[in-house]
């Protein structure tokens, strides 16, 4: 630390030869209502100090970035973790708990709310990183955020991340067994033999932070993110006539209606036409946009929808589901309160219960209780090559992220999903690999969204985790013949996930 500056004094008189942690706790005491912003001096005249008061849209947010190709604990992350929030994406603001020292702001208000379980004494990059990884789940807000910079020139990272300062964070925020996870796939995929830190890592405790005083700082956002406030309904269907009928019921008796109901009903029998009768014989409070295919799949079904929607918002909702009344009421306000553009509200089944969280940044997106604001999408479609497959909601999700949108989750509103047990595939889908000799293993789907938006550490990662999931006793009788087998469906799988991405 070599200054500290205010924009209302000047240089503002203190020592300077502290620990950066330590000064950023004295001034957010000092200073409770203040925007708090630390800026490497390589940058100083890079900062974009008129845009950071507007990124504050409400107080409880934490912003860093750096130009840098790396982060601070490299793409060996992906060795142990399997979240959207290792690869970042640079050249938007992208939700991920990796937080920089470069540039960064936070609000006072987090940082005294915070500070009785954060540690001062990490250095910077440490801190910064243990905060956002322990608060995000929390409600918390973070980003890597490029506009904290006027010009981003794409450089290489002056510090290199320290193999020791790795494995003492994988064994303070992670579950044990993670840290001996990173050190097999070090070993196995790097050669590297790292038995040093990983002992010294095993003294250290997990820190277990709850950050409750968060919970105290209100979500109010001043962003004006609700134009019209009208909003769309798009339902995918196949074969599930009453199901749908309770859902419209549902929808009619909200006190907030919806503007349309998109249906787009799916039956692959060849000269089949709809027994959607309801939709003409019955009286509705908003129009229903109704479109019939001889062509099944949920992924061409929603996008066709998606070019019929024509609101500012879009309800993304599955046919057989159960909500309340109230749903899209408070739907609508959580656009408001949060500022933010997409969220899921909770999804359960009648065996399950909802824990109720703060609202906080999630890591998958489900395209079956999903709110959305349709400029969000414009543009964007289901990809086609996950039909019949699993990971189209998530590759969608995927596709949000890499336009800056970032995706909630919100516990106060819950869905039923009832798993319909009829409709669904009425036949048996074919699928381009079914008469091969060696079946693919995971599916080529699956693999797909994996070489789409994994590291290649987190690909590695999933190659190890899955083949000790799928441990057989034939591993034993004959190890090297069960390695060259899983290998083989591996190579088969990654063969057929690029053959669905060149179609």
Not at 313 to 333: G, P, R, S
């Amino acid at each position: 630390m070599t200054e500290i500056f205010s924009t209302e004094t000047g240089i503002f008189p203190s020592k300077i030869n502290r620990n950066i942690a330590e000064v950023l706790f004295d001034f957010a005491e000092k200073f409770r209502d203040e925007i708090l912003v630390w800026c490497h001096e390589s940058e100083r005249h890079n900062l974009n100090v008129s845009v950071i008061e507007t990124l504050f849209h409400h107080k409880k947010l934490l912003f860093s970035y750096s130009s840098s190709t790396n982060n601070f604990l490299d793409n060996r992350l992906g060795y142990f973790e399997d979240s959207p929030f290792i690869k970042i994406n640079k050249e938007v603001r992208y939700a991920t708990w990796q937080m920089n020292s470069c540039v960064g702001a936070v609000h006072a208000t987090v940082i005294n709310a915070c500070k009785k379980d954060l540690k001062a004494k990490d250095n910077f990059d440490y801190f910064l990183n243990s905060f956002a990884k322990s608060a995000m789940p929390n409600g918390l807000f973070c980003y890597s955020e490029p506009r904290l910079l006027m010009q981003k020139k794409v450089v290489e990272s002056k510090r290199k991340t320290n193999t020791y300062e790795l494995f003492r964070f994988t064994k303070q925020h992670y579950k044990t067994r993670w840290v001996f996870l990173l050190f097999f796939n070090l070993l196995l995929f790097e050669k590297q033999f790292q038995v040093v830190p990983f002992v010294f890592s095993l003294f250290y405790r997990k820190r277990n932070f709850n950050f409750e005083a968060l919970n105290q700082i209100a979500l109010a956002s001043n962003k004006k993110n609700i134009d019209q406030g009208t909003i769309d309904v798009l339902i995918p269907t196949i074969g599930r006539k009453e199901y749908l009928l309770n859902v419209l019921n549902n929808l009619a008796s909200q006190t907030y209606l919806p503007k349309n109901v998109i249906i787009i009903e799916q039956n692959p029998l060849e000269n089949s036409q709809s027994d959607l009768d309801f939709i003409q014989n019955s009286k509705w409070p908003f129009v229903i946009k109704h479109h019939f295919t001889n062509r099944s799949g949920v992924c061409n079904a929603r996008n066709i929808g998606l070019t019929m929607v024509e609101s500012e918002f879009t309800f993304f909702a599955d046919d057989d589901i159960v909500f309340e009344n109230d749903l899209i009421e408070k739907a609508i306000l959580t656009f408001q309160t949060t500022g933010n553009e997409v969220f899921l509200v909770a999804c359960h089944l009648e065996s399950q219960s909802v824990i109720p969280h703060q609202i906080k940044q999630f890591a998958v997106f489900g395209a079956g209780h999903a709110f959305v604001k349709s400029a969000c999408f414009t543009d964007l479609k289901f990809n086609v090559a996950y039909e019949f497959g699993f990971g189209e909601d998530n590759d969608f999700g995927m596709q949000l992220r890499n336009r800056g949108y970032d995706i909630l989750y919100v516990s106060t509103s819950k869905i039923l999903h009832l798993k319909a047990p009829i409709g669904g595939f009425r036949t048996k889908p074919s699928v381009p690999w079914q008469d091969d000799s060696i079946q693919p293993k995971p599916l080529p789907t699956v693999m797909l969204f994996k070489l789409l938006y994994d590291t290649k550490e987190q690909l590695l990662n999933y190659k190890v985790t899955l083949f000790f999931k799928n441990l057989t006793k034939e591993f034993i009788f004959n190890p090297v013949k069960y390695i060259r087998l899983f290998n083989k469906k591996w190579t088969r799988s990654i063969f057929w996930a690029n053959e669905l991405n060149n179609q």
